[in-house]
């Protein structure tokens, strides 16, 4: 008996059905009967009696899937310019996310899916965006003209370093002093 090639197939996909008629015309029965989908395996055809014919095998391949990985995405700043997700996975896997783009000001749990006729299975990659924190600083009590004025604190009571503009005090005239928090902190001015 002839059989044409049964193609490769990815692990838990519909496993393809054994013909019980051979290419040449010659009927029988498989052992195992039916097709794994999770593993390969060789298929034995027994011809049915009274038939001129010898048994023959089939191997059966069934291709692992596998699991797409990324590179992980660090923790960023809410409000900073969100990472775009890849396309491509680290390990050759082409697909598309869900949802598509990154949100800038709130964590979530991204999906990827493989693309169609790749043996991949889909996997979640998790984003967190740190929520920006408003320093905070303790009351400048009002002070005499001409008296010492008071030094600015480099870092907030609720521990944000940074700068001051302008940087010193006036002994002379009442003004509004903005912070800029220091790089890579996730806090206003």
Known sequence: ?????????????????????????ITGTWSPAVVSNT????????????????????DITVTPNVTPTFAAIPDFCSGS?????????????????????ISNTSSATYTFTPGAGQCATTMTLDVTVTPNVTPTFNAIPAFCSGSTA???????????????SPALVSNTTSGTYTFTPAIGQCATT
């Open 1 to 25: 008996p002839a059989f044409a090639a049964v193609p490769a197939f990815c692990s838990g996909s519909t496993a393809p059905t054994l013909p019980t008629t051979s290419t040449n015309g």
């Open 39 to 58: 593993t390969s395996g060789t298929y034995t055809f027994t011809p049915a009696v009274g038939q001129c014919a010898t048994t023959t095998t089939l």
């Open 81 to 101: 310019p969100a990472p775009t997700l890849p396309g491509t996975s680290t390990n050759g896997i082409t697909g598309t996310w869900s949802p598509t783009t």
């Open 150 to 164: 008071p030094t600015l604190p480099i870092t907030s009571t609720n521990g944000i370093t940074g700068t001051w």
